[in-house]
């Protein structure tokens, strides 16, 4: 019940996802049932054996604080989705409810991973190169280097699992390329990371040099993070509104060239949602304003994510690095 | 000395400047006087009674600390010409040098004006709108919310100078709408704004809102200003790149659409420099890569903000904020 058009998007974007998937595969649809299904009747051809809808008949409001979300709004779908999940009747969650209310329902119904103190909010960004998983991209300010520490680890593991790296290169956002360079967080947070064996750290990355693609994780506070995140995606809006302009003032000498097609590097729908990494479940939170086609990707993506095991191997890798270890 | 290919831009952008200043405007090229003098010679008819060229002998080396650049490097083109400036023969000094070295050079030789803890590196970005001033961006890392506060009086005359905006609106750079969004600093920050009645402050400026114009000043920190600055410039050749790919791709039929005219907005160079602000003085900063025609708008930003009186103006300023009051 999470997009600004819910519930359509999601189920054009599950029965969408449904078409490309094994048929092993369920979907359960949570939400106000009478509004799914009104949907699912818009569209021929249901295979009803692998889609489930479950009633949440409330629904968690704008002006919900996050924290509150789990004992005021126990039937939101965003709550007992989750608690499905809890209770391992599904594995894993997809919603493109508000990123806050999500992840602390997240926190408090799938906890944390052993040694996590804050799980993070990754974004894959493209880039010239490889697209590059951005953490955290907003859900945890006032960062210590320890919590950037941690964010490497687990962006480390989503590489390699999820985008298919073996030895993801880690970066750290800075605003230089020297060690010393950055404010207080980003000195100590580089010598954290460049102390670590258990990471293949490239340095500090600046803001120039997020688009050649020179990492496969970018770590950052969650505030410059964010700032970053959604600049990208008004700046390619604007930069492309700028040369359709252009193109219609052109008239009948227009090329015919497609746009969307030479800019479908910079469509965030084709990389689906944002995994919350470090809770022990996947979680994948979308835009409010995602079509059907981000949905549909950000389901493949938490099928790929269970198929592929991420939870266990960030609880491995967890246990085994030193900035998960709890201080004696 | 500053630019990559110097002092050959700095030379063709003075020539520019002086050709499209009034007669009683001069320049003093400071630098190595061999190689100047072997650039003007390149070029006929030099307005030499409005030109003239100090010998600066020595360079201020990329590893050099900022803070050691006055005493060791007393006969570098920064020091020379900010020293001109100090000792009243010049009115203001541009540089294309090191950021770094350029701003500890000033805040040593022309000093802060008075109240101002930090003074800040402004830029111009374009947007849909007007142009937006963002500072700092990137002199100023670990601030605290009243040099934020302090940013946001610099800005607020430069606008009023520079943009020609009567009543300039300021804007927090956040991740969030509400006044309680953000981290600690922006939070402390929104409150400074919201309360001073010497600005007019617009609330919270998200990363996806940069874009629209919705503030003349925005205020940051200098990491996550730097960040955002540096993404924008690589972004934008980034996006237009991957077009000029498909255009040549689609070979005879390309449009005749003038793409560097269809992106002029989104030419830097059209800017000019970055003032450093709150220094009793004017020093203008051009980044190393600048052409001449950066150079040349930079100079005549210069003279512009020389002949606003903005210096004065800034210090009147202060005067009354309270801001810039030294607590009791």
Redesign the interface.
Known sequence: MGTDGAPAPEVEGTLGALGQLDDDVEVILVGDEDAVEAQLELHGDIPRERLGVIDAPDRVRADDPPATVVRRRPDSSIVRGLRLQAAGEVDAFVSAGSTGAVMAASLFILRRLEGVERPAVGTVLP??GDPVLLLDS?AN??CKPVHLAQFAHLGHIYAQDMLGVERPRVGL?N?GEEPGK???L?QETHRLLRGDPGLHFVGNV???????GRCDVLVA????G??????????????????QN??EA?GG?????DLQ???R??DYSEYGGAPLLGVNGVTIICHGGSPPKAIRNAILEAVRSVRAGMVQHLAGDLASASTFRTPA
Chains 1, 2 share one sequence.
């Open positions: 880039t010239a907003g300010v006032d956002l605003i950055g404010d207080e980003a600046e803001g120039r040099e997020i688009i050649e506070d969650g505030f410059v964010n700032v970053l995140l959604k600049f990208y995606e008004s700046v390619a809006q604007f930069i492309i509104g700028l040369l252009a193109l052109e000498s227009a090329p015919a060239l097609e030479v800019f590097v910079l």
